[in-house]
Nanobody, 125 residues
Framework: QLQLVESGGGLVQSGGSLRLSCTAS????????IGWFRQAPGKEREWVSC????????NYADAVKGRFTISRDNVKNTYYLQMNALKPEDTAIYFC??????????????????WGKGTSVTVFS
């Protein structure tokens, strides 16, 4: 089993930055793929970014490309999402996620084996 706990969310003004962290515990593995998703009020969960564990492929949704950066620290078993130039439309609950094969850059919920419980991000103008 793997447990994921996000942190770093909060309230920020438009144009500001936040860094989300996701600490993994339990059956961690440096080759796991990771993903970040978000869910705005009244909307479906959407993919934000992913990093494939085995090949280190990194992808971003068009809405965040150039503003967000995904990274990981395998020593600390922590995954990060650096979010810059935040916009009100980035307001959502952000979830980290793990895909355990390491062969996929997970971009849809069905790829995911483990989810965190989420951290709230609110961007005001």
């Amino acid at each position: 089993q793997l447990q994921l706990v996000e942190s770093g969310g909060g309230l920020v003004q438009s144009g500001g930055s936040l860094r989300l962290s996701c600490t993994a515990s339990g059956a961690t593995n440096r080759y796991h793929s990771i993903g970040w998703f978000r869910q705005a009020p009244g909307k479906e969960r959407e993919w934000v970014s992913c990093m494939a564990g085995s090949f280190r492929t990194i992808n971003y949704a068009d809405a965040v490309k150039g503003r967000f950066t995904i990274s990981r620290d395998n020593v600390k078993n922590t995954y990060y999402l650096q979010m810059n130039a935040l916009k009100p439309e980035d307001t959502a609950i952000y979830f980290c996620a793990v895909e355990t094969s390491g062969l996929v850059c997970p971009s849809v919920p069905r790829d995911i084996n483990y989810w965190g419980k989420g951290t709230s991000v609110t961007v005001f103008s």
